[in-house]
C-alpha cells in the first residue's frame, strides 16, 4: 500500500509527513533536554557557598579529558556535515558517494562512543576523592580495593527470612570456611557446612522450615483467637541464625554493602552480622590535590589534611601557590575596587592546589608545579594531569587514610556530588542519542539500496529527517560540551 | 535539472562553510576555557568565561540550526512547533526559579541563623 505524502509535499502543511513528525518529536526531545538543562542551571546557582559541596570547575574534573571532550566535538561536527552531504549526494543520485558520507558518519559515532567509553572509565575507576573530618577534601585515587574493611570473622549471623547474605561474597580465600550452626531453629542446630553449594541448598531448607513455622504460628494464632481464648500467645518464630565457624576466616567487606563496623563487629546493610576482629581499616590514597574550599581560612594551616598527609614541602607547596595567587587576585583587584571580593577568597581559584607528596628517597618534587596557575599565567599546557607531574617529580607517597578521619569517599561517579550527577545523567542520555541516530542512519545505508532503486527522493527525504535528529544531538553536544567540561 | 544541480554546489559550499566555522568556534570556545587572552574577568574560571563560552555555544546552534537543518528557508508549520517549544523551554528555565520564594527552604533559612545552625559564617 501506497503511504501518501511521503515524498510529495500536503498542500495544506506545505511538509512531506516525515518531517512534520520528526520535527514535533524534536520539539518534545528540547523539552526532555531543556528540563536537564534547567536541572543544571538550578543545581549550579544552587550550591551555597561554604556549606554544599562547591561546584567543581569542568577543566580541573576532566583534565587530560578536555581534549578529549574537544575531539569528541570535533568528530560530531564532521559527521553532522557528513549527513548533510550524504544527503545532497541522494539529490544528486550518487549511490556510491552517499555510501561513503553515510559510513563515516556512523564510523564518526562509534569513534565519539569510545572516546566517551575511555572517559567514563577513567572517572568511574582511576579518580577518586576523600572528604576528611573537617570538609577538606583530597583528590586523587585510592588504590585498588583499599578501601575495603579487612576483617577476621568468627561469628555469622543472619535471618533466615530474607536473601542469601551478601557477606559470603566478601569471604577470602577459595575455600568456604567450615561453618557449625550454634544458634537458630532446634531444627537446624548442629549442622554443618563447608562448601558455598551446601550453604546455599541449606539456607533455602532453613528459609522453607521458618516458612512453614511461621505459616503454622499464624494458625494456630487465629485458631486460638476465634476460639475465643483470651490473650493468645502472639506469632513467634526463631529466624534468626548463628553460624560459627571452625577457624576464623577472612572478610574484605565493601564499604558500600556495609553499614557500620567496629573493631568487633561488622553490620551488613541486608542486616547480617559478622563478628570477629578488625584486622586493618585504612585506605591506601595517592593524593594528586588537595580542596579546602570548605575550610575557612584561618583554619586551613591547622587542617586535619596536613596531618594525613604528614609531608611538610607538600605542606609549604599548596600554601606558596595559594600565595602566589593571592597576589595575582590582589593586582587584579587593585584596579577593581581594591578588595578581593569574599567568594573569591574562598573559591577554588586560592583553595584548591596541586599537591605532590614525594615518596622516599624522592624529594625535590615540590616547587612550582601547580596546574591551576599554569592555566592563567603561563602558555603549557593547562589540563596536564596527575600522571604528568608524577613521571616528572618522580613517583608519589602513598598515604594510609585512617577510616575514622574519613566523612566520605568515592569514585568520581555520579555520587560524587551533583556536578557528577548531571554529568553523567546529560552525558549518558545524550550518548543514548548518539547511538540511536547511528543505528537508524546505519539502517537507511545498509538497507536503504532497495528503496534507492524504486524511488531515491523517498530515501532521501528519510536522509534528510534522519539528519535533522542528528544534528539535534550535535546541537545538544555543542551546549554540553563548554558548561560540563569547560566553564 | 542544469538548475537544480548548480543549486546544490552552492548549497554543498555553504555546508562546507558552516563546518569550518563550526570547527573554528569550538577551537574558540576551548581557548575561552583555558587560555588567559580570554580572561576578561578576575583571573580563574569566572561569570564571564561563563557567559562567553554560552554566546559562542549560541552561535554554532544557531549555525547547525538554520544551515543545517534547513530553519533559513522551511514552512511556516515548523516555525509556529518552534515558537510554542521555545516558550516552553523558557518556561522550564524559569519553573527553577520558584525555589527563591520556597516557604519551606525560608523557614529553614530562618531556623538557621535563630538557632545558630550556621556557627560560622562563611
Known amino acids: 500500500m501506497e503511504i501518501p505524502y511521503e515524498v ?17 518529536f524534536l520539539a518534545s526531545e ?3 533536554f531543556g528540563g536537564l538543562f534547567s536541572a543544571y542551571v538550578f543545581l549550579r546557582l544552587g550550591v551555597q557557598e561554604g556549606v554544599d559541596n562547591p561546584w567543581p570547575w569542568g577543566v580541573s574534573v576532566h583534565k587530560d579529558f578536555v581534549w578529549l571532550g574537544a575531539i569528541n566535538t570535533i568528530v560530531l561536527i564532521a559527521s553532522s556535515v557528513g549527513v548533510v552531504f550524504a544527503w545532497v549526494a541522494l539529490k544528486e543520485r550518487n549511490w556510491r558517494r552517499y555510501q561513503i558520507y553515510m559510513y563515516s558518519v556512523v564510523a564518526c559515532a562509534v569513534i565519539f562512543m569510545c572516546i566517551k567509553s575511555v572517559e567514563y572509565y577513567s572517572k568511574l575507576t582511576q579518580h577518586h576523592g576523600i572528604k576528611l573530618v573537617d570538609n577538606s577534601v583530597m583528590e586523587g585515587k585510592i588504590l585498588d580495593k583499599t578501601d575495603r574493611i579487612r576483617f577476621s570473622g568468627e561469628k555469622l549471623t543472619f535471618s533466615l527470612q530474607g536473601a542469601v547474605p551478601a557477606a559470603i561474597r566478601d569471604f577470602d580465600g577459595e575455600n568456604f570456611p567450615k561453618f557449625k550452626v550454634t544458634e537458630g531453629p532446634e531444627e537446624l542446630v548442629g549442622a554443618e557446612i563447608s562448601s558455598m553449594s551446601q550453604f546455599k541448598s541449606w539456607f533455602s531448607d532453613g528459609r522453607r522450615l521458618v516458612t512453614n513455622q511461621l505459616t503454622e504460628e499464624r494458625r494456630r494464632f487465629r485458631g486460638e483467637m476465634a476460639a475465643g481464648t483470651e490473650n493468645p500467645k502472639p506469632v513467634s518464630v526463631v529466624s534468626s541464625v548463628t553460624l ?3 577457624e576464623p576466616f577472612g572478610v574484605t567487606g565493601n564499604p558500600r554493602k556495609i553499614m557500620a563496623h567496629s573493631e568487633s563487629a561488622i553490620n551488613y546493610r541486608d542486616g547480617v552480622k559478622v563478628e570477629g576482629k578488625l584486622v586493618s581499616d585504612e ?3 595517592e593524593v594528586h590535590e588537595v580542596d579546602l574550599q570548605l575550610v575557612l581560612p584561618t583554619k586551613q594551616r591547622e587542617s586535619v589534611v596536613w596531618s594525613v598527609i604528614n609531608d611538610e614541602p607538600a605542606k609549604k607547596q599548596f600554601f606558596d601557590a595559594q600565595h602566589k595567587k593571592y597576589e595575582e587576585l590582589l593586582e587584579y583587584y587593585k584596579d577593581h575596587g581594591g578588595v578581593i571580593p569574599e567568594s573569591q577568597l574562598r573559591g577554588r581559584f586560592l583553595n584548591v592546589q596541586y599537591v605532590h607528596v614525594a615518596a622516599e628517597g624522592h624529594e625535590g618534587g615540590h616547587g612550582k608545579e601547580d596546574k591551576h596557575a ?3 599565567t603561563s602558555e603549557t599546557n593547562p589540563t596536564a594531569g596527575g600522571g604528568e607531574h608524577e613521571g ?4 608519589s607517597r602513598i598515604l594510609s587514610v585512617p577510616r575514622d578521619q574519613i566523612k566520605f569517599m568515592g569514585n568520581h561517579g555520579p555520587r560524587y556530588g551533583t556536578y557528577y550527577a548531571i554529568y553523567f545523567t546529560m552525558t549518558a542520555l545524550h550518548g543514548l542519542h548518539v547511538v540511536g541516530g547511528a ?23 528519510r536522509v534528510e529527517v534522519g539528519g535533522l535528529f542528528w544534528h539535534f544531538v550535535d546541537l545538544i553536544w555543542i551546549f554540553l560540551f563548554p558548561i560540563m567540561y569547560l566553564l | 535539472m542544469a538548475d537544480a544541480s548548480h543549486d546544490m554546489t552552492k548549497t554543498k559550499k555553504s555546508y ?16 575561552i576555557g583555558l587560555a588567559p587572552i580570554f580572561d576578561f574577568g578576575p583571573p580563574g574560571p569566572d561569570g564571564m568565561d561563563f557567559v562567553l563560552g554560552l554566546a559562542v555555544a549560541t552561535v554554532k546552534a544557531s549555525l547547525v540550526a538554520l544551515i543545517f537543518m534547513h530553519l533559513n528557508h522551511e514552512k511556516g508549520l515548523i516555525y509556529k512547533i518552534l515558537l510554542f517549544t521555545v516558550l516552553f523551554a523558557l518556561g522550564l528555565m524559569i519553573l527553577t526559579m520558584f525555589a527563591d520564594i520556597d516557604p519551606i527552604l525560608e523557614q529553614f533559612e530562618t531556623l538557621q541563623t535563630t538557632r545558630g545552625w550556621l556557627t560560622e559564617k562563611p
Open chain 1, 8 to 24: 510529495t509535499p500536503r498542500r495544506d502543511t506545505g511538509l512531506y509527513n516525515a518531517k512534520l513528525g520528526v520535527w514535533l
Open chain 2, 16 to 31: 562546507a562553510a558552516v563546518g569550518i566555522a563550526l570547527l573554528v568556534f569550538t577551537v574558540v570556545t576551548v581557548t
Open chain 1, 30 to 32: 528540547v523539552m526532555l
Open chain 1, 374 to 376: 599554569d592555566v592563567h
Open chain 1, 244 to 246: 560459627t565457624a571452625a
Open chain 1, 283 to 285: 585506605v591506601q590514597f
Open chain 1, 439 to 461: 543505528l537508524v542512519l546505519l539502517f537507511f545505508v545498509v538497507f536503504g539500496k532497495k528503496l534507492y532503486l524504486k524511488n531515491p527522493e523517498h530515501l532521501a527525504n
Open chain 1, 392 to 395: 616528572a617529580h618522580g613517583p
